[in-house]
């Protein structure tokens, strides 16, 4: 019903930067929070930053000054601009949007995308 498809992960040296894109596409009729997580493996999924639909932001500490979170409501994309990456910024970066879709009654529902490597690494 809903599909979410992440773009822009890669290799990159530290210091650099990369820019991630997230599009939803589907039997949407409105998201709410948009949201990027990432995972390391034998760690849990944490929150890296997020962004309502009206464009309030917050960020984890650890990102704070070098990441930046945006959207495009009219094409259901939420980016994350990456910049300063440090080789612990290495992961699988997810999306998650809060998404009303369907027809009445609609649905809500949490949908994430199926996830982008991002590795810093000299």
């Known amino acids: 019903q809903v599909q979410l498809v992440e773009s822009g992960g890669g290799s990159v040296q530290p210091g650099g930067s990369l820019r991630l894109s997230c599009a939803a596409s589907?039997?949407?009729?409105?998201?709410?929070?948009m949201n990027w997580y990432r995972q390391v493996p034998g760690k849990q999924r944490e929150l890296v930053a997020g962004?309502?639909?009206?464009?309030?932001?917050n960020y984890a500490d650890s990102v704070k000054g070098r990441f930046t979170i945006s959207r495009d409501n009219d094409k259901n994309t939420v980016y994350l601009q990456m910049n300063s990456l440090k080789p612990e910024d290495t992961a699988v970066y997810y999306c998650k949007a809060g998404v009303i879709a369907g027809r009445f009654p609609y649905s809500v529902d949490d949908y994430w995308g199926q996830g982008t490597q991002v590795t810093v690494s000299s």
């Open positions: 589907g039997s949407i009729i409105r998201i709410n929070a």
């Open positions: 962004i309502t639909r009206g464009g309030t932001t």
